[in-house]
T-cell receptor, first 115, second 111 residues
Framework: DVKVTQSSRYLVKRTGEKVFLECVQDMDHENMFWYRQDPGLGLRLIYFSYDVKMKEKGDIPEGYSVSREKKERFSLILESASTNQTSMYLC??????????????FGSGTQLSVL | SQKIEQNSEALNIQEGKTATLTCNYT??????LQWYRQDPGRGPVFLLLIRENEKEKRKERLKVTFDTTLKQSLFHITASQPADSATYLC??????????FGRGTSLIVHP
């Protein structure tokens, strides 16, 4: 089975800190995604990447950036963390966006608290 | 604007009964629709995918229907068990190729 691993389950950071959330998948998937999930708002797409060094903005990219230097790794960066970025962050991957492999495989999530 | 609607109220049912969850959408012409299960503090797990030209899909105790005229999918769990208690998310893929998720419905199965 595909494994998507997020580096931290819980993270506490201070306002203004630079925060890195790391995600690694082990099945050579083309696509990787970062979502945040907040109560009552559901899953919202921050960024996705369809290839190494390629990225596309999702619905809520403001305050975030991403990096994909290797196919298996997709990093989410909060340049200057703010309290409204306190959330559950979920990384996902998929084999392809077309054809039979559309299902997403999610990591366990990182609960980030910004104080 | 595009919308995916799932019941925000939790669905409470007795063990052994059939649970039915609803996913309605507007302003989409989805190529497919997916259902995921999410347990507290965990990431969603894929359950089933149904394509626009399929009316029904089954997997063990799970059944999904897809009515593109009504713009609705129904997700059924037969012979429900307390272990089925979780939040269930539907996701649609439209022309952008990226699945968009509904907010999910919480299912609570009472012993």
């Amino acid at each position: 089975d595909v494994k998507v691993t997020q580096s931290s389950r819980y993270l506490v950071k201070r306002t203004g800190e630079k925060v890195f959330l790391e995600c690694v998948q082990d099945m050579d998937h083309e696509n990787m995604f970062w979502y945040r999930q907040d109560p009552g708002l559901g899953l919202r797409l921050i960024y996705f990447s369809y290839d190494v060094k390629m990225k596309e903005k999702g619905d809520i990219p403001e305050g975030y950036s991403v990096s994909r230097e290797k196919k298996e790794r997709f990093s989410l960066i909060l340049e200057s963390a703010s309290t409204n970025q306190t959330s559950m962050y979920l990384c996902a991957s998929s084999l392809t966006l077309r054809g039979a492999g559309e299902k997403l495989f999610f990591g366990s999530g990182t609960q980030l608290s910004v104080l | 604007s595009q919308k995916i609607e799932q019941n925000s109220e939790a669905l409470n049912i007795q063990e052994g009964k059939t649970a039915t969850l609803t996913c309605n959408y507007t302003n989409y012409s989805p190529a497919y629709l997916q259902w995921y299960r999410q347990d507290p503090g965990r990431g969603p797990v894929f359950l089933l995918l149904i394509r626009e030209n399929e009316k029904e899909k089954r997997k063990e105790r799970l059944k999904v229907t897809f009515d593109t005229t009504l713009k609705q999918s129904l997700f059924h769990i037969t012979a429900s068990q307390p272990a089925d208690s979780a939040t269930y998310l539907c996701a649609l893929r439209g022309g952008s190729y990226i699945p968009t998720f509904g907010r999910g419905t919480s299912l609570i199965v009472h012993p």
